[in-house]
């Protein structure tokens, strides 16, 4: 098993701000972008802790050939297709596709969705 890297020691949850944006669209508004910002700021995390080091675990597992990796879901989904069942009947595709291969490949599948406006 491969130890799990620390992250640099000048890393912060906002270090990613000094890094230049390539792809970054011009926002017009200036005060609508800082209320959008702030409203996301607000909400609650996507993603437990937990779920990070469970990902962790599974991906050492893959890397190891002890696990089979499947991802799925949209690239660049609209926002408007972002409802709890376009999402649930996504999620079911990918259970389904890795009951198959756990089947097949006589090991488990560690399932990843990239979905839900990314």
């Given amino acids: ?12 949850p906002e270090s990613w701000r000094a890094l230049p944006a390539k792809q970054q669209p011009a926002y017009k508004d200036e005060a609508k972008l800082n209320k959008a910002l702030a409203k996301v700021r607000a909400l609650p995390p996507l993603v437990a802790a937990q779920e ?3 990902l962790r675990r599974g991906l050492a597992e893959c890397v190891e050939g002890k696990r089979f990796l499947l991802q799925g879901g949209d690239c660049a989904e609209q926002f408007s297709e972002c409802s709890a069942s376009t999402i649930s009947n996504k999620l079911k595709i990918l259970l389904q596709q890795s009951l198959v291969l756990t089947y097949g490949a006589k090991m488990p599948t560690l399932r990843i969705g990239r979905m839900a406006g990314q």
């Fill in 1 to 12: 098993r491969q130890p799990v890297r620390a992250p640099p020691a000048d890393w912060s």
């Fill in 52 to 54: 990070v080091d469970a």
